[in-house]
């Protein structure tokens, strides 16, 4: 029984490193296909994506590398990479992709780190 459980939660973990592969590359993909892909698509897809990498996978040992990664792709993502000539309105529909995809899976594991610090004596 306790490998059939350790098997069925590496299967659990194997799914959301391949939705993390997936999200990252469609978020990259997504920023030079912009006029392609409706919006409202791809903020839905990448905002489920990321949900998911939340939900399966971040471990209770990478929350808070996980949680200041994601910290600092949120304050890069404020800065106005349009303003480089050329390749600038890429890198920021890049980074804005990344953002969208990587917000939502903070929500699990942010909500996941406060129950434990307030579930601790």
Known sequence: MAVKLGKQKMEW???????????????I????????IPPEVLITTLFIL??????????????????IAALALMLAGIV???L??????Y???MLSNVVVFVAP?????????????????
């Open 29 to 36: 993909v997504a920023a030079f296909f912009r006029s392609y």
């Open 84 to 89: 480089i000539p050329g390749i600038g309105t």
């Open 105 to 121: 899976a903070v929500i699990p594991v942010a909500i996941k780190a406060i129950w434990n610090l307030a579930s601790e004596r």
């Open 50 to 67: 990321g949900l998911l990498v939340g939900l399966l996978n971040i471990t209770a040992k990478e929350t808070t590398p996980f949680l």
């Open 91 to 93: 890198i920021r529909d």
């Open 13 to 27: 973990f194997r799914i959301g490193h391949y939705t993390f592969f997936v999200g990252i590359f469609l978020a």
């Open 80 to 82: 106005n990479f349009g």
